[in-house]
């Protein structure tokens, strides 16, 4: 089975379409206010969008298509969310809570309280069956609230930012369950964290402002970023612009000399992509050939690992806290930002 959604809003701004192959696992990434969480609720059917369709094999989610009404429930939909909060039923235990799913469904108590065994085992979680919700830590309960999930047997499941409440111990094993749970399952997760992306999910989709603005294989985009957005996430500098021969021209008449991945044909759409650690700061114009600088004004300063970095706009530079110092960089301070224009890739936007 796969699934295929198309659908629109027009009280705010969105529009999406996308297929989810069967044993595949999507990641959305975005800022914040760009419809991820409008997503996941057309999906769940905690939200009608004026028009689209959503099928998961031959099951209809929703067809709001031409003359068409037709709208499943929630609970018959077989998707189910995972979201930031565990959200237990606090009056139960931890095997009740599992076993509802399957209760809620049709099967006997003891068919229902096996199967929530099962899962509470495959999370590692078959201590905490007899526990109730106040008695559970941040990460035991986020791990009951996965097999919770997965007890429903659900066609489809919805992460919601599912590490983001927790802390730095618990939200690593997490992030392992899930990938050896995720294994040969249809599921789309909404992250922030680009680990997550890495060992989760097969393929990464980039929404801003309720439009798909970048998708692809995980690793591809992330190393070859075309929208500012997937830039940021991966730690790169990306200047969008025309392509040339030599590189690309921005709206702004910027020329920026780089490698050209063999892709790219002059007169396109392009962008040119380079690390912050390939940025040099200079208090004036340095000449060399061929190299990229740019005159700009300083942001921010932060620490980065063992470097500082220099935030000018939408472009940074990593250097040493010693160069820092010896600059005596200061945010509001004007600086050039130079480039060997080696470290430029130019590919196709």
């Given at each position: 089975?796969?699934f ?8 705010r701004?969105?529009e ?23 997503l ?12 689209g369709?959503?099928?998961?094999g ?5 067809d ?12 018959a ?60 830590s ?7 609230a ?92 990306l200047m ?38 390939a ?38 530079a ?32």
């Open positions: 089975m796969t295929h959604l198309n659908a629109a809003l027009a009280a701004s969105f999406v379409s996308l297929s989810l192959g069967p044993a595949e696992t999507i990641a959305i990434l975005g800022p914040n206010g760009a419809g991820k969480s409008t996941l609720d057309i999906i769940s059917g905690l939200l009608r969008p004026d028009t369709k959503a099928t998961i031959d099951k209809v989610l929703f709001l298509t031409a003359d068409k009404n037709v709208w499943r429930a929630p609970h939909r077989g998707t189910a969310l995972l979201a930031q909060e565990a959200l237990l039923f606090p009056h139960l235990s931890a095997l009740d809570n599992v076993a509802f799913g399957p209760r809620s469904a049709g099967a006997s108590r003891t068919e229902a309280r096996e199967t929530a065994t099962h899962w509470l085992t495959e999370v590692d979680a078959g201590s905490l069956a007899s526990r109730r919700p106040g008695q559970l941040g990460g035991q309960a986020q791990r009951v996965v097999a919770r999930a997965l007890a429903a047997d659900p066609d489809l499941l919805l992460l919601d930012e599912p590490m983001a409440a927790l802390d730095i111990h618990a939200a690593p094993l997490l992030r392992r369950l899930l990938k050896r749970v995720l294994a040969d399952r249809r599921a789309i997760i909404i992250t922030h964290d680009i680990l997550d992306a890495l060992m989760l999910a097969d393929r990464v989709i980039v929404l801003e402002d309720g439009r798909i603005t970048e998708e692809g294989p995980t690793r591809d985009v992330l190393e070859k970023p075309r929208s500012r957005f997937a830039a940021g996430l991966a730690g790169l500098n969008s612009g025309t392509v040339t021969a030599a590189g690309i021209t921005t709206d702004r008449g910027q020329v920026v000399a780089g490698y050209h991945d063999g892709t790219a044909v002059p007169g396109q759409d392009g962008v040119a992509v380079f690390p912050p650690s940025v040099s700061v200079f208090l004036t114009q340095e000449h060399g050939s061929p190299r990229n600088s740019f005159h700009v004004t300083i942001t921010d300063l932060e620490p980065h690992g063992d470097q500082i970095r220099v935030r000018a706009g939408g472009l940074s990593d250097i040493t806290p010693a160069a820092s110092a010896d600059l005596g960089l200061t945010p509001g301070m004007t600086v050039y930002f130079v480039i060997k224009a080696t470290a430029v890739s130019i590919y196709p936007a």
